[in-house]
């Protein structure tokens, strides 16, 4: 017996070249499943010396995030009623904006709205201590995840030419790869395979919407996209056990039967893997499970930390189904169902990264000013983060807090000047949001966990009607972060990737001319930038 | 190279590749069996082979050494891995894998019948074999040609419904009733032995025809007691029966029953039929045995829920969202216009609009929240049907659909245009008009992103769409953008709150408020100063990639000022106009067409000019030529000379195509109903849907929800948008309901209504198959699987006879042959197999 030449399949070859990536990634994907894992470098899945793995909670905010409306410039003379009519927040006198401390949490208590002061008059704009910046009042519950230093909150980032279109740039943040229309898998699918576990675990990357989101999409490793986890299982032929293996026999014997080279097929054959794997693995978690808050954080009873249902949502039961009592909308509770979905995943399984999406920011008329449509939206964001920070305290298993970073995105900020129709358009930069137990956010008495809105910055925010706030075309918020490098931040010092794995997860990222790491000039456009936060 | 190899020099087998294949086919060059392994087993050669596409046979060449040439080699053939029956000497030898492949045309029929079509049908396949693809082509490209008039309301008369339910016999008598006062009219009602009923078995029923007066067969409870015969309407025979329930029932003492004799076994299973007709009661029917083994329950909304009353509410404002897609899913699935049904489709999701922008806008202005729906839905109707008649046009043009698109009120509220103003404030400055619609007919209707346009183009396009608005027309008006709002009243004797929109006739449609507009110059597509002002002696010019004819082409469009009133609505149309023909446009559109007809890998952007190409590049170009060109003549843009230049391309035509497409949720679950979709002998459909079932399913399966996408850039063409695990899991969910209805278990998910009757289907098409499993496999993995080839088939095949030759355990051997025909056993072994199939992953392709 002999072993000759076995010919290279030129299916392999054809999708590494289309996929520009370097060659050790294409590599990687081609080898054995079980032999990725120990060829894997870097730390990406591994657990570390704490014998901890560590991961990521994402939440793409789609539609384009107003940062101006949610962490606000209040120091900035120019965020006024001239340039916002309607829109404009004026700061909550409770703590004054300019003292320095940690952030204002006003607690609405047992008989007041949660979005109320307990005269009943409407929150201002809150006080985060640096004395320059606010948050919108509807993301009050963010400012306990802030005082307990797990909160980083990111202002004025954008990324070199920045597209206005949703489409591109939505795209350019999930492949990692702005102004390049030719990388076509997303950024942390990127770092799933990065990890060589793509082939091992049942789950590495998932997120819980409507289908996959480019992030998590490349056509060489399955990601999992989950819109409804109670109809995660199969039906027989017939309906009963043994119809089930029956089924399931011929099936997975059908899909291994060898088909012409078709642009398609490798890729369906991976999402059948994946199904028959994420099959075994949500039969044993319960994802309709209620988590309680441990504390009376508002001043009321503890409330349910995923609202999906009038009755937990806040205080709204037990305060005689009292509107006022929510805490956030009563449409986000399929959200707050697949958020409650990601962090299960993480906590209960081997998947490192999940995540969701809420859509709806593209806030053109009526944005609302203290209630209404922007609003309600960031309620949702400032529950979430809220809410994920004590399930992971109070129930650690497979993830603690201290292990997860939770980041949002979105695409860019919306113009500096309310329009016509009490609304703002696309801009430029905006504001992120990172939270965990390992972040390195305010201190008291110390470091802020306000990054990129002061005048103290490195690259100062510059206030009145030539500042930072019209730099742009004279119109737009100008950047001085680039998201890349605060997810950079995130997957070398949090997930553990390599100087090498980085550069294939955010490609170039190393290069002089993009200024990610170090900061300097970006010579794209010619914008000065900040070197990568120190958030972790 | 390899260690091994080396060490054995004496012995150095190699695969040499070679394809034959019929002089027609231009295949080759991308299509050739690798050899993945090749090995010797005590003495013969083993030798595994990759398929290739379409592969009618395979045949396996060797010799000693090239100089002479290669002979047929014995052997046998295990799927793809071929074993020699000669044991052959340790000395070099030299072996070649050729494939013959099956005709060229049938692989283009079933390119056709894929992408032109919404997936074969039995008879569509059959069909389109036997004319071939150039016919059938033609006779696609020329709907016009094609008789049809499924938009026309079903006539009263033949309103009837038709409903099967097979159960066990749990006891023998049979209950009749409504849930509430009210009537329907019944006939034909049989009950037979068997899963299914070929009309051949004895009706157990007794006058279940109402033929002959009501005797003591049909026992009258009181609440339906004045129920009686009739002869209008009527079914069959000359005599049907009015239900008349005064008062609704729930069991014997309150139904009419009928007990049968002799008694039915609980351990069979049993077929009721019946027909029924309903005027307006809304009420739920039941037929059931006692005991529930037959439960039918039927909802009566006092519509005939075809296409026809779909259209025809829809057009009448009285249409809800669920019943457009019913008429969408529905036409989809029995059109034989199927390639005006996929190109409406393409369309409606190019120029993507949003229902539920659409209705919460007229909630807004003054429609009850409850009924805002229904001239929402309306509006979306309204341009689909436009889209549609235009279609039918033999010189249809993109810029012919533009204008539907522009002017429908969809769109003016779905981007924005309907609040955006550019007029003068009395301060003497100008309203900033909104972007959305600007942007987006640039991105994503016409230029295509980032292809020769730029944000100051947006911003002075925008000002051009101020004061496009929408207006409530009455009858007659509705073409007309200046007319007032409706005062046509539905009731003209309300007095308070006459004028209520609910109380207008009329149809939403295009509102020009000229004092809205920004009456200032626009320069669109023009070179700029660095302040941001155009230089209006320098329109932009049509980059160099794209080469002659276009290369160097003005295209700056200079909207000067002076036009004032009502005729400044000429700049948007002068706009489309402009747009609907530049190379961007003809690019932009013909890759998406190209993505749709051919596979996902058409890019924007091609250097037209060097010396790199592909047959996707070249493709692009032909097409791009026909639209700047018309053969014949004619204005720009007529459609049906370009979707011939890439239905007449070899790459379209070839196993470049097929195959290669997942299929979106859309077009699997109408694919689904297709397949297994033709006239019985005795005129039943064996495969239904109300196109409710359909709904549910799409919006499970990656919450593709027909007109009411989100996002301005439409449902994705590719396929791995649509495939994740979560998605799967929904498709194969699907599947499977849909095949085993209706044997399912009580609870199940699926619309009764969306169901498939495989047995009837072999009956019709192909009788042997009901008994000998070899015929069944062969007839279902052609229909389903066409174009694979025999060869490829083979693994396929031998599964599926396994499956059908295995009792439902998966273990006992249990001959298909030997169940009977009629049996649940049979039903349900043939119901699994198909479910099998339509999960696979070759389903998911097209």
């Not at chain 1, 802030?146 to 980032?157: D, P, Q, S």
């Not at chain 1, 707050?336 to 709806?360: E, H």
């Not at chain 2, 990639?545 to 003005?554: D, I, L, Q, S, Y």
Request: with cysteine.
């Amino acid at each position: 017996m002999t072993s000759p030449r076995i010919l290279t399949r030129r299916g392999f070859l054809h999708h590494s070249a289309a996929l520009g990536l370097g060659t050790a990634l294409a590599t990687l994907t081609d080898i054995p499943f079980v032999m990725q894992r120990a060829l894997a470098e870097g730390g990406i899945g591994k657990p570390g010396p704490d014998g901890r793995v560590k991961k990521v909670l994402f939440l793409f905010l789609r539609g384009a995030n107003d940062g101006i409306n949610a962490v606000i410039p209040t120091g900035d003379s120019a965020y006024n009623t001239t340039t916002r009519p309607t829109l404009h927040v004026p700061p909550d006198p409770g703590v004054d904006w300019r003292t320095r401390g940690p952030a204002h949490f006003p607690v609405a208590g047992p008989n007041t709205g949660t979005y109320l002061r307990p005269d009943g008059t409407q929150l201002g704009a809150l006080a985060l201590g640096n004395q320059f910046a606010t948050l919108h009042p509807s993301l009050k519950f963010l400012a306990p995840v802030y005082n307990a230093g797990h909160l980083a909150l990111l202002h004025r980032v954008g990324y070199p030419r920045q597209s206005r279109s949703h489409f591109d740039s939505q795209n350019y943040w999930e492949t990692g790869s702005p102004r390049d229309d030719l990388i076509k898998d997303g950024i942390f699918y990127r770092a799933m395979v990065e990890s060589g576990l793509t082939g091992s675990n049942a789950l590495t990357g998932v997120s819980f919407q409507s289908s996959l989101p480019l992030l998590l999409r490349g056509s060489k490793a399955a990601m999992t996209n989950i819109s409804d986890t109670s109809r995660y299982n199969l039906l027989g032929v017939p309906n009963t056990a043994a119809g089930n293996l029956k089924a399931d026999r011929f099936l997975a014997e059908a899909n291994r039967i060898a088909a012409p080279d078709r642009k398609s097929r490798e890729f369906l054959n991976l999402q059948y893997a994946n199904v028959a794997r994420t099959l075994e693995t949500f039969a044993s978690i319960n994802f309709n499970q209620e988590f309680l808050d441990n504390e009376a954080t508002d001043g009321d009873l503890p409330y349910n930390l995923f609202p999906t249902s009038n009755n937990t949502n806040g205080g709204y039961a037990a305060r005689g189904n009292n509107a006022a009592k929510y805490v956030v909308p009563t449409n986000s509770y399929d959200f707050f169902r697949q958020l409650r979905a990601a962090a299960l995943v993480l906590n209960k399984t081997d998947a490192l990264v999940a995540g969701t999406q809420i859509d709806g920011w593209d806030t053109h008329s009526s944005q609302g000013t203290l209630n209404g449509s922007h609003p309600d939206l960031l309620r949702r964001v400032g529950w979430a983060i809220y809410g994920l920070r004590k399930y992971f305290l109070q129930n650690p298993d497979q993830c603690r807090w201290d292990d997860l970073i939770v980041v949002t995105l979105s695409e860019f900020g919306r113009t500096t000047f309310e329009n016509d129709d009490n609304g703002t358009d696309h801009a430029e930069a905006s504001v992120m949001f990172v939270a965990g137990g390992s972040i390195k956010g305010y201190q008291p008495g110390g470091r802020s966990g306000v990054f990129g809105c002061s005048p103290s910055d490195p690259l100062p925010w510059q206030t009145g009607t030539a500042g930072s706030m019209f730099q742009t075309e004279n119109r737009y918020l100008k950047r001085t972060y680039d998201y890349r490098s605060v997810l950079g931040r995130i997957f070398r010092n949090h997930l553990g990737s390599t100087p090498e794995q980085l550069q294939r997860i955010i490609p170039g990222y190393a290069r002089p001319a993009d200024a990610l790491l170090a900061g300097g000039i970006q010579t794209a456009d010619g914008v000065r930038i900040q070197a990568e936060p120190d958030l972790i | 190279m390899n260690p091994s190899q080396s060490r054995s020099p004496r012995w150095s087998a190699t695969a040499i590749l070679l394809l034959l294949l019929t002089p027609v086919l231009r295949a080759a060059e991308t299509a050739s069996p690798d050899a993945t392994g090749i090995r010797i087993q005590s003495g013969r050669p083993l030798l595994e082979f990759q398929p290739v596409p379409s592969a009618l046979s395979y045949s396996i060449l060797g010799g000693p050494s090239l100089t002479q040439p290669l002979a047929p080699l014995p052997g046998t053939l295990q799927g793809f891995l071929w074993t020699g029956s000669d044991v052959i000497g340790p000395d070099s030898g030299f072996f070649q894998v050729q494939a013959q492949s099956i005709p060229t045309n049938d692989i283009a029929v079933v390119n056709l019948l894929n992408r032109l079509a919404y997936g074969p049908t039995p008879d569509e396949l059959e069909r389109a074999r036997q004319m071939g693809p150039d016919a059938w082509i033609q006779e696609q490209l020329a709907p016009e040609g094609i008789a049809e008039d499924l938009d026309t309301p079903e006539p009263s008369t033949e309103g009837w419904r038709k409903v099967t339910f097979t159960g066990t016999g749990s006891a023998s008598t049979l209950y009749i009733y409504l849930d509430g006062p009210g009537d329907v009219y019944l006939d034909g009602l049989r009950l037979v032995l068997g899963a299914s009923d070929d009309g051949t078995r004895p009706n157990l029923l007794r006058n279940g025809d109402f033929e002959t007066a009501l005797g003591s067969e049909w026992v009258r409870s009181p609440n339906v007691s004045t129920s009686a015969r009739t002869t209008d309407p009527v079914k069959s025979g000359a005599v049907a029966l009015h239900l008349i329930d005064t008062t609704g029932g729930t069991t014997r003492a309150s139904s009419l029953y009928q007990t049968i004799t002799p008694s039915l076994s609980s351990s069979q299973t049993y077929t009721l039929t019946y027909w029924y007709y309903t005027t307006a009661s809304d009420r739920n029917l039941t037929l059931r045995l006692s005991g529930r083994g037959i439960d039918s329950v039927e909802r009566l909304d006092g519509r005939v829920r075809g296409i026809g009353t779909h259209a025809s509410d829809l057009l009448n404002g009285v249409g809800s969202v669920t019943q457009l897609r019913s008429w969408h899913l529905l036409r989809a699935v029995e059109s034989r216009r199927q390639l005006n049904e996929v190109l409406r489709q393409f369309f409606e999701n190019h120029f993507v609009t949003e229902y539920t922008k659409t209705r919460d806008y007229l909630d807004g202005i003054g429609y009850p929240n409850a009924v805002a729906g229904l001239p929402a839905a309306q509006t979306e109707f309204i341009e689909n049907r436009r889209w549609q008649q235009a279609l039918l046009n033999p010189g249809v043009t993109f810029l012919d659909l533009l204008r539907i698109s522009a002017e429908s009120p969809a769109m003016i509220v779905y981007l924005d245009t309907v609040s955006s103003r550019g007029d003068r404030r009395s301060d003497g400055t100008y309203r900033v008009a909104n972007e959305n619609y600007a942007r987006e007919l640039c991105e994503l209707f016409c230029f295509g992103v980032d292809n020769g346009y730029d944000q100051e183009d947006i911003v002075q396009l925008s000002r051009v769409w101020t004061g496009w608005s929408v207006e409530l027309r009455a009858p007659g008006q509705e073409g007309n953008p200046f007319a007032p709002r409706s005062t046509t009243y539905k009731d003209p004797s309300v007095v308070t709150n006459r004028n209520a929109l609910t109380n207008l006739v009329g149809t939403w449609s295009l509102w020009y408020r000229n004092t809205r507009h920004d009456p200032r110059s626009k320069y669109i597509f023009y070179n700029r100063n660095p302040n941001g002002s155009p230089i209006t002696s320098s329109p932009r010019r049509v980059p160099a990639r794209f080469g002659p004819p276009w290369a160097g082409r003005a295209y700056g469009l200079a909207l000067t000022a002076g036009g004032n009133g009502t005729n400044t609505l000429a700049e948007g149309y002068s706009v489309l106009s402009h747009m609907a023909n530049q190379p961007f446009t003809q690019e932009f559109i013909v890759v998406k067409l190209c993505r749709l007809f051919v596979h996902d890998d058409f890019q924007t952007g091609y250097d037209f000019t060097d010396d790199v190409t592909s047959p996707e590049e070249e493709l692009v170009k032909a097409a791009m030529l026909a639209w700047e060109n018309p053969p014949g003549g004619g204005p720009k843009g007529q459609l049906r000379h370009v979707l011939r230049v890439i239905l007449d391309s070899p790459t379209f035509r070839s196993t470049l195509a097929s195959q290669h497409k997942v299929r979106s949720p859309l077009e699997f679950a109408v694919a689904a109903v297709r397949a297994f979709r033709t006239q019985s002998a005795e005129g039943i459909p064996t495969a239904v849907t109300d196109g409710v079932g359909l709904q549910t399913m799409l919006n499970r399966a990656g919450r593709m929800r027909l007109f009411d996408r989100a996002d301005p850039d439409g449902y994705p063409e590719t396929g791995p948008a649509w495939i994740s695990a979560g998605t799967l899991v929904e498709r194969l969910r699907f599947a499977q309901a849909f095949a085993l209805r209706p044997t399912l278990r009580p609870g199940n998910e699926l619309d009764a209504r969306t169901s498939c009757d495989p047995v009837n289907l072999l009956r019709t098409k192909r009788p042997s198959a009901l008994s000998n499993a070899g015929d069944a496999a062969d007839y279902l993995l052609d229909l389903l699987f066409p174009a694979e080839g025999p060869a490829n088939l083979a693994p396929y095949r031998e599964l599926a006879i396994q499956f059908l030759d295995t009792a439902d355990n998966g273990i006992t051997p249990s001959p298909y042959a030997s169940l009977g025909v009629g049996s649940t056993a049979h039903d349900q072994r043939l119901r699994g197999l198909v479910a099998f199939l339509l999960t696979t992953a070759r389903f998911q392709e097209q």
